[in-house]
């Protein structure tokens, strides 16, 4: 075999053809170079490829002793492709999809009472044209919207979830609460009004859906949670710059449910198909939802609304207070002023000749820094109203707009040093125009 060997990389007879390239091995023919030459070259090729399919064959040899027979290779299972599952079984599914079939059945229940809202402001020179929501609140045509998606609209034009196409009329607005009123005259069987809940009755964590108009689009629907509650909003005075500071939208329901431009003013409802609240802004730094979305309480729209229906405007009860901005009330400066209780609202100021100056509240008479916030202190903290006990001022002003009207009387409970003191109040009606609270002075 060492001669085929070497004959293999011996440079003659086996030269470079011009037909092939160098390197390339060419077996001569038999023609080429003689009988000899080729009969002999076919015997060495011949057994070479002996050798080569003699080291081939399997290996017969006897296996070592700790090396036994297995499972044969047909029967192992194992296969190139992942098998597919089986679908899950019927029951199960409809068990995950309960809850969307519950959105789904009220979408369709509700959705009917839901309209589009185009609201134009036409002036010398412009236009400016505006998009929101609204729902009907009852068979005589009144639907309720927020007072900003109206605001200063000359023309207003009402789409219905069938797609019919109608003008409103403004009722009345009210910008403290951000809710309007309009009016349509079209067919009663149109006219399908959703059912207010008790929004007092509202929890963190509850589901909460909202539906509305998105971008002009047809009614659509986004579900979430309540995230929080009692929120406050200065509702006046974003929608009119002019008007008097300090009078806050209680009681504001908070969720995560998206909320895009065209939803104002529609409807956010609970499990039941109940408006639990007018969904009515965005926390945003963006111009775009960022996960924080505010509505009005269903409380708030069974007092406003009647009172715009029947008598053109709102009159609130007004007390004539100032107190830390705070949503914990005085327990957040309760150690630090070393106040007697931890719930409650401090009154810093007093309007004077207000209802709480003609009773006898008093204000704060020092200036103390807390967290470098300066607070008035001293003053009489209000720890409950007609025997309702309050934590802060939002369930202060939520009782006072909800439960009171101009010429109530009301009894706080006021807590003044180491004393405990109710205090008979008459309420009057909020002023549109006046001072700010002075504090310690």
């Not at 017969?60 to 098998?83: E, K, R």
């Not at 809850?99 to 059945?105: A, I, V």
């Not at 109940?274 to 965005?282: F, K, L």
């Amino acid at each position: 075999m060492k001669p085929f060997l070497t004959f293999i990389n011996h440079p003659h007879p086996l030269t470079p053809s011009p037909l092939h390239g160098e390197g390339e091995l060419l077996l001569p023919s038999p023609t080429r170079w003689g009988k000899g030459w080729g009969w002999g070259m076919i015997s060495i090729v011949s057994a070479m490829m002996t050798l080569i399919l003699v080291a081939c064959q399997p290996d017969t040899t006897p296996t070592a002793p700790n090396i036994s027979n297995s499972t044969p290779i047909s029967n192992l299972g194992i296969s190139s492709t992942n098998a597919v599952p089986t679908a899950l079984p019927d029951a199960l599914i409809q068990e995950a999809d309960a809850e969307y079939l519950l959105l789904t059945n009220l979408y369709e229940r509700t959705v009917p009472s839901v309209v589009n809202i185009e609201a134009v402001n036409e002036q010398v020179g412009f236009t400016d044209t505006g998009r929101g929501s609204g729902f009907i609140y009852d068979r005589n045509g009144h639907i309720v919207t927020n007072a900003h998606v109206v605001n200063n609209a000359n023309l207003i034009y009402i789409t219905f979830n069938d797609g019919f196409v109608t003008t409103a009329q403004l009722v009345a607005q009210d910008n403290y609460s951000d809710l309007a009123v309009l009016k349509v005259d079209t067919s009663v069987e149109r006219l399908l009004p959703l059912e207010l809940a008790d929004s007092d009755l509202v929890k963190v964590g509850q589901r909460a859906v909202a539906i509305g108009n998105p971008w002009g689009l047809q009614g659509s629907m986004t579900a979430g949670i309540v995230s929080a509650i009692g929120r406050q909003l200065d509702s006046a005075e974003l929608i009119d710059a002019s008007s008097l500071p300090g009078f806050q939208n209680p009681r504001i329901i908070q969720i995560d449910a998206t909320l895009s431009p065209g939803n104002s003013g529609g409807p956010l409802l609970n499990s039941e198909g109940r408006v639990i609240g007018v969904n009515t802004a965005i926390r945003t730094t963006s111009g775009n939802f960022e996960g924080v979305g505010f509505s009005v309480p269903s409380n708030t729209v069974r007092r406003v609304i009647p009172d715009l229906i029947n008598h053109g405007r709102v009159d609130y009860s007004w007390l004539g207070i100032n107190t830390i901005a705070s949503d914990f009330g005085v327990a957040a400066f309760a150690e630090a002023l070393n106040l007697p209780v931890q719930a409650g609202v401090l009154v810093t100021g007093i309007t004077p000749n207000s209802p709480a100056a003609k009773a006898g509240l008093q204000g704060g008479t020092q200036i103390e820094t807390v967290r470098d916030i300066p607070v008035c202190a001293g003053g009489d903290i209000i720890v409950a109203i007609n025997g309702q006990f309050i934590h802060n001022m939002d369930e202060l002003v939520n009782y006072l707009v909800i439960q009171t009207k101009p010429n109530d009387t009301i009894e706080l409970m006021v807590v003044r040093g180491e004393q405990t003191l109710n205090i008979a109040v008459t309420l009057e009606a909020r002023p549109s125009e006046g001072q700010l609270v002075r504090e310690c002075e």
